[in-house]
């Protein structure tokens, strides 16, 4: 049986499912500035399509793309779904005329948002919803306490079988583990931004999956100079090298490279047949400049 390019990542548990480490976040499938349809919408499908083939099956996702946009395109690539397919869609935030992502965490936009997103994609019930918590990148420390609950509300009816929570604090995280269960977080996380590096390694020691965003956001010119450098020596891209960093940094980091183009999808599911060395490792984190992981991940 031959060995798909996603499945060279290794898997982690996702839920009640394994998934492959490498997914494919579907952001990037809507227009500019993540409104309206693509230039290409075969292109699109073709992508979604090719990942599949690739063998990813987790894909990340929210109806407030486009608004509805990719949620659409997703149903008109891959439905019926994969029975190993898993789609992660996030809830908290809508867009208005400006373009703008107000928060949208009330129990009743809550309850929209769920309902919307099952019905843009498909489905009886969405795999993983992740209450996505304001703040431009970076968490704001709040109560989520009522949102949350909104939502374990909705798993308790089969709306959803598992949450998880995005752009959140540990303080957040633990409030939200003391609601319901949750599977994952999703925060901003890469090589040079690694303020998350105790919360990877306390949920890899209990067994829950990390999705950083933004694998290349946040550079320096020194830093992404750096990192250019590596990759010339290794005849690769910043990309592959910042991917295949991420995927040597702990096993319970689930990675969601987003694109438009099928070669650089191919291109990014590269990296999980890449092997870093210990020296080529020690370089990279000195990009970071935040020394090494906790031993005890």
């Known amino acids: 049986m031959t060995t798909t390019t996603a499945e060279k990542s290794g898997s982690y548990r996702l839920g009640d499912r394994e998934v492959h480490r490498l997914g494919y976040g579907a952001m990037q499938l809507a227009g500019p500035h993540v409104m309206g349809p693509p230039a290409d919408r075969d292109a699109a499908i073709a992508v979604l399509r090719r990942a599949v083939e690739?063998?990813?099956?987790?894909?990340?996702?929210?109806?407030?793309?486009?608004?509805?946009?990719?949620?659409?395109?997703?149903?008109?690539?891959?439905?019926?779904?994969?029975?190993?397919?898993?789609?992660?869609?996030?809830?908290?935030?809508?867009?208005?005329?400006?373009?703008?992502?107000?928060?949208a965490l009330a129990p009743d936009d809550l309850r929209r948002a769920v309902q919307e997103n099952i019905d843009h994609l498909g489905v009886e019930a969405l795999d993983v919803v992740n209450?996505?918590?304001?703040?431009?990148?970076?968490?704001?420390?709040?109560?989520?306490?009522?949102?949350?609950?909104?939502?374990?509300?909705?798993?308790?009816?089969?709306?959803?079988?598992?949450?998880?929570?995005?752009?959140?604090?540990?303080?957040?995280?633990?409030?939200?583990?003391?609601?319901?269960?949750v599977v994952c977080v999703q925060n901003h996380y890469n090589l040079v931004h690694r303020a998350d590096d105790p919360m990877i390694d306390a949920l890899a020691r209990e067994g829950i999956a990390y999705t950083p965003f933004f694998p290349l956001g946040g550079f320096s010119p020194?830093?992404?100079?750096?990192?250019?450098?590596?990759?010339?020596?290794?005849?690769?891209?910043?990309?592959?090298?910042?991917?295949?960093w991420l995927l040597a940094r702990s096993p319970n980091l689930l990675l969601i490279p987003g694109t438009s183009s099928v070669a650089h999808l191919e291109e990014n599911l590269q990296a999980a047949a890449r092997v870093l060395g210990p020296e080529e490792l020690a370089e990279l984190d000195r990009i970071g400049g935040t020394g090494q992981p906790d031993p005890a991940g």
């Open 54 to 103: 690739l063998g990813v099956d987790h894909i990340d996702t929210s109806d407030y793309y486009g608004p509805t946009v990719v949620n659409e395109l997703i149903r008109e690539a891959l439905h019926p779904y994969p029975d190993d397919l898993v789609i992660v869609t996030k809830v908290g935030a809508r867009r208005d005329a400006d373009g703008g992502w107000p928060e």
């Open 131 to 181: 209450l996505r918590m304001p703040g431009f990148a970076e968490p704001v420390q709040r109560s989520l306490a009522e949102p949350f609950e909104a939502l374990a509300a909705m798993q308790q009816e089969g709306l959803v079988r598992h949450l998880g929570v995005s752009n959140v604090t540990p303080q957040m995280f633990a409030e939200a583990q003391s609601i319901a269960p």
């Open 222 to 244: 020194l830093q992404s100079a750096a990192l250019e450098t590596v990759a010339r020596r290794l005849e690769t891209t910043p990309m592959q090298v910042a991917l295949t």
